[in-house]
């Protein structure tokens, strides 16, 4: 599986973005994809989740309510949308999958095999 992301950029303070993970490569109906960003000098942090089958969801507790993880089969895609956007979501946002993942697991960054490129996103105050 290959995933390549998009859709960061630099956005101000209260603005909204929606990266896209686009998967290729194989079948995903097994697999459950997550979101992970990385600011400079900080490990790695779960944003977001999602099963592709079933399209249950998990997310951070921090960014509950302002972002939203979603998915397009048809397209093999898997969005975030992030809204109300602050300073401190300055980031590298990372696209991760993996087949038969337990729900329990998927906020650890090692759980996942397969991992895009990653997209910045820079939020000005």
């Known amino acids: 599986v290959q995933l390549v992301e998009s859709g960061g950029g630099l956005v101000l303070a209260g603005g909204s973005l929606r990266l896209s993970c686009v998967a290729t490569g194989g079948t995903l109906n097994s697999y459950g994809m997550a979101w992970f960003r990385q600011a400079p000098g900080k490990e790695r942090e779960f944003v977001a989740g999602?099963?592709?089958?079933?399209?249950?969801?998990i997310y951070a507790d921090s960014l509950k309510g302002r972002f939203t993880i979603s998915k397009d089969v048809r397209r093999g895609t898997v969005y975030l949308q992030m809204n109300s956007l602050k300073p401190e979501d300055t980031a590298v946002y990372y696209c991760?999958?993996?087949?038969?993942?337990?729900?329990?697991?998927?906020?650890?960054?090692?759980?996942?095999?397969?991992w895009g490129q990653g997209t910045q996103v820079t939020v000005s105050s």
């Open positions: 991760a999958a993996q087949p038969r993942i337990i729900t329990s697991m998927m906020g650890v960054s090692s759980s996942y095999t397969y």
């Open positions: 999602i099963k592709w089958t079933g399209g249950s969801t």
